[in-house]
């Protein structure tokens, strides 16, 4: 009889897997595609179908589980590289599981989609099929608003590749490099700050030459002592890659502290197997930041996968992308940092959406999320709030932004708003004559 355990142990060593897109670090050869054949829909689903869409996660999950891909199996469904190959990326099969609206089809017909669409089948299960305006749905299918550029935005609106010496590293702090070691994701969000990059777009494919120019950069630049690697989602690439890059770093003796930027523990938790984290081990100090956007997906799935690299050892810390009428509410995002801090994430950053072409939809007042942080500091645990940010657009880096606490100055004191909204006078001065020491 089938167990509803949440993971299944790894059946197979890990490695090198075909289906997995970036360069192959034991033959320097360029991207592979995603080759293997998708599960096929039976024929008897229903062109449209009804999914109920009630219960806890875990229920839902298994309910789409069995209307859609009955004949897989719960080890296969719990198989990272089985829900890569699943990937729904067209109009016609995502179709066939949730009902879409006129306006999403109308934003996937034709080729003027902005962004490339992919969703795994494990995050297609936590979206409401019947409703478009729910949170996780409209960070994964598109919208007519996706295909309207608003001024201000831009392509590359951070200038990282102009501050980018070789390709796939963006030098822009003293200390520090961003490595940007491949172009997919397995699940592609509406807001990507890289969208000119990832999925199909532009010339980001990384061969291992390209992998191999940006060691060397670092390996030449000894004030670079942290390494960040993102993307693209760095744990897209195979165990094998992923730890030819580590190791690689490793051995540079500046390289004092690496960093993985994913959003895979929400979208692909099964990619977070035993192996990959004894693997990771092995190359700490290592942090890893997970993209989480809504507390809808902090599943179980999701859980299961950040206890198994906290128990490594890796610091976790969240970015969370602020996102109109998706989690622009103190409500909303108070649920998201305290369910993020019992599953081990420490709330790291709350950015301001990048203005990307199309995503003025996405993007709320800076007002907001300054009421969003007054909302939380003080209300709840400090280790909860997150620190709010604007990444400049032209290349200023990131700039925290912070409610204003302080009311003024009276006598030589500072006077101090707290959460509640009370003053409180602090001797803000320097050092009084006559004073008995
Ligand atoms: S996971 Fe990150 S890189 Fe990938 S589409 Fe989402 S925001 Fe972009």
Redesign the pocket.
């Known amino acids: 009889m089938e167990s509803e355990s949440l993971f299944v142990e790894e059946a197979e060593p890990p490695g090198r897997l075909t289906g997995i897109v970036g360069p192959n670090p034991s033959t320097s050869s360029n991207h592979e595609e995603i080759s293997l054949t998708p599960f096929r829909l039976p024929a008897t689903a229903p062109a449209r179908a009804v999914q109920k869409w009630a219960g806890s996660a875990d229920s839902r999950a298994r309910d789409f589980r069995k209307r859609f891909f009955p004949n897989i199996t719960l080890k296969e469904w719990q198989d990272w590289r089985w829900q890569l190959r699943n990937r729904i990326h067209d109009v016609e099969t995502l179709g066939r599981m949730i009902h879409l609206s006129e306006d999403e089809r109308h934003a996937m017909s034709g080729s003027a989609a902005c ?1 490339p669409l992919a969703i795994t089948p494990y995050y297609l299960s936590l979206l409401d099929p019947r409703n478009p305006r729910q949170a996780l749905r409209r960070t994964v299918v598109p919208t007519v608003h996706e295909h309207f550029r608003s001024n201000g935005e831009a392509d590359d609106p951070l200038h990282e590749d102009e501050d980018s010496p070789v390709p796939g590293i963006v030098h822009r702090y003293p200390d520090r490099v961003l490595f940007l070691v491949t172009g997919t ?5 509406r ?5 000119r990059m ?2 199909h777009h532009g010339n980001h494919c990384l061969s291992t030459e390209q992998w191999e120019k940006g060691i060397a950069y670092v390996a030449s630049h000894p004030e670079v002592r942290d390494v960040l690697l ?4 760095p744990l897209t690439l195979a165990d094998d890659q992923l730890e030819w890059l580590l190791s690689q770093l490793r051995q540079i003796p500046h390289v004092e502290f690496i960093r993985i ?3 895979t523990p929400a ?1 692909l938790p099964q990619r977070i197997t035993p192996a990959l984290v004894r693997m990771l081990r092995r190359y700490h100090p290592l942090w890893i930041s997970i ?1 989480a956007a809504h507390p809808d997906e902090l599943t179980p799935e999701m859980a299961r996968a950040c206890t198994r690299l906290a128990d490594a050892g890796i610091p976790l810390g969240s970015q969370t ?1 602020l996102l109109s009428g998706i989690n622009d509410d103190v409500e909303t995002m108070k649920r998201l940092v305290h369910g993020l801090l019992k599953i081990r994430v420490k709330p790291y950053y709350l950015y301001q959406c990048d203005p990307i072409p199309g995503s003025s939809h996405f993007r709320t007042l800076v007002s907001k999320g300054l009421e969003i942080i007054r909302g939380l500091r003080g209300f709840t645990t400090g280790y909860a709030v997150p620190t709010y940010v604007i990444d400049a657009p032209g290349g200023g880096g990131k700039i925290p932004l912070l409610p204003d606490y302080v009311a003024g100055r009276e006598d030589g004191d500072l006077l101090l708003q707290n959460y509640e909204g009370k003053v409180f006078r602090y001797p803000d001065r320097p050092s009084a004559e006559g004073v008995i020491h």
């Open positions: 962004l994701c397995s699940t592609y969000c807001y990507c700050t890289r969208s990832v999925g993102s993307g693209g989602d930027g994913t959003k979208v993209h992308v």
